[in-house]
């Protein structure tokens, strides 16, 4: 959970008269054939709405990472415009494919249709999946060729 305080539009350190409170709880299953990692996450967002996010990704043994999301919300379809929900799709090309050198940075581009405030997250540096992912016995598998590297 988060309480967040919107910043002035000039960047310095005064804020806007608008603060919530927003969280969420995460599920994550990644089916063993396909590689498909499911991420849902249910909450409050940004808004003051709440609601459920779906994303699908796969992460493929280059690096390189295909997506796509929706969001469902509780604000109406008058508020948040084009099909009442959020949605879009993704991807993460590895900075390797343009070095000789390896990294593990990536390069995101994504499209997601609807720009408006309705199932915004708050940006945070890393969560705790993505920093215990590497750790975990798929990912191992997956990279096992590559450890030595």
């Not at 603060?19 to 054939?33: L, R, W």
């Not at 929900?85 to 993704?90: A, E, N, P, R, V």
């Amino acid at each position: 959970m988060w309480y967040a305080k919107q910043r002035d539009y000039n960047m310095m350190f005064d804020h806007l008269d608008y603060s919530t409170i927003t969280g969420h709880m995460n599920f994550y299953y990644q089916e063993p054939k396909s590689k498909i990692l499911l991420n849902i996450r249910g909450g409050r967002f940004l808004a003051k709405d709440s609601g459920i996010h779906f994303d699908f990704s796969r992460r493929f043994k280059s690096g390189f990472t295909m997506g796509a999301f929706f969001s469902r919300t509780d604000i109406s379809a008058r508020e948040f415009g084009e099909g009442s929900f959020d949605k879009g799709f993704y991807f993460l090309f590895p900075l390797e494919i343009f070095s000789k050198e390896h990294s593990k940075q990536t390069v995101p581009w994504g499209l997601r249709p609807l720009t408006r405030d309705g199932a915004a997250f708050l940006q945070i540096g890393y969560d705790l999946y993505s920093v215990t992912e590497q750790a975990q016995f798929n990912a191992l598998e997956r990279d096992f060729d590559d450890i030595y590297d």
